[in-house]
């Protein structure tokens, strides 16, 4: 086999059972060489929890050549999301070979595709101004004013182009004339046009949306806060009027209510779910039938286990479980009877189950709406057991690794996280008082 695809192979099994949260990738297996690459947007930045596409075209001297990298995310070439990622889609930097770099920046073949998109997620930082050659001689007063500006029309067309367009289009919502169009390449663009079309992360962005649709309510606050609906984009002094830029008008008015109708549709596609599963039982399909032996396999082994949860179908019906949860002695969770529900796709396990908790639970990792963040299985997504075992685990961690790209419930995870003690005490208060809750509501 030739050195360079044993080398990708290697490269993307690894990136893929990693547990970074902020990037993804994933390939045809007929064509590793073409790879398309997910970034979402780094925590506290105007980029956060943005959906933001690459396509990596790796050439057959690769690791001795450096793969090209192409920005899929220019709402078809019109947006110039940094000084350094143009409307075009061309990705500045050294190790690329596409910006002069300092001695020692350059690619080697020591480096590889997770190097490349840390590089470019690094450029997403939370003065993207910076970014810019000759950065360190702005300081004056408007200066300051142009890198604020710009921050805010980067949150602001974060939200509508990478977040509100890309679920607009996977759930075929209307968007007001503004809908997002096919990534425009650039002229003399190697992309595989192939690559483009592939969608691998359809089912990340839904689940993900899901996650972060608190923060970006919050972002839509952020924004009315600071600037007024109709006022234009700023120019920047590096953008080209017309061609590399990013010009508009601020309207957060309009993103909070394109927000929230792809809110109401991902929650109605779970009542699809529950009706096309019904129909797929009756007829017997592949997906029911491996739903209800799993069912009752995970039946049989709750009830060899040493606690005593347990799981019931929603109107017999096999993509619709209900797991009772019950709180584990001397922890958090000690005399609560939780309830979670399951919800799993007709296209299991293309697509991975949603997760909601039916009882009200003050947790950094359960949005208020009860959406739960926890990390599918890697390796078994087609197996509900270890996603059962996932959600337990995740639940009952008493000492999880800070990750803000958990951040479903920003005011839970602020106290969780928080180095004041009585903020710390109000969240295990605030816990311990939604657990008592759960067993209270419970029915006899």
Known sequence: MDHSIIRITKELADMQRSSDLSIAVACRDVDVRNVKALIIGPHETPYEFGFFEFAIKIPKSYPSTAPSVQCLTTNGGRCRFNPNIYSNGKVCLSILGTWRGERGEQWSSAQGMESVLLSIQSLMSANPYENEPGYDKANDAEDKQRQKAYVQKIRHETLRISVIQRLEEYLNLKSDGTGNLPPKLSDDSDVDEATVAFEPFKDLFKRRFLWYFESYMAAVRLGKSETKDGTRFQSMPFEHKGSNCMEGSFNYTQLERRLLNVKAALD??????????????????????????????????????????????????????????????????????????????????????????????????????????????????ADVRTHIEAIVAALEDDEPAYDPRKTVHPEATKLYWSQVPDEKKQYNRRLRRSVQDSMEDFPE
């Not at 697509?351 to 739960?372: C, L, M, N």
């Open 268 to 381: 109605q596609e779970l009542t699809c779910w529950a009706a096309d599963g019904l129909a797929a039982k009756l007829s017997d399909s592949t997906v029911a039938v491996n739903l209800g032996h799993q069912f009752d396999r995970m039946v049989a082994h709750l009830k060899r286990g040493d606690v005593p949860h347990s799981v019931a179908l929603e109107n017999d019906n096999p993509f619709i479980w209900i797991l009772t949860y019950f709180g584990r002695p001397m922890t958090k969770f000690d005399g609560g009877i939780v309830r979670i529900k399951l919800h799993f796709s007709p296209q299991f396990p293309n697509e991975q189950p949603r997760v909601i908790f039916q009882s009200k639970i003050f947790h950094h990792q359960i949005a208020p709406d009860g959406t739960y963040c926890y990390n599918p299985p890697t390796s078994a997504v």
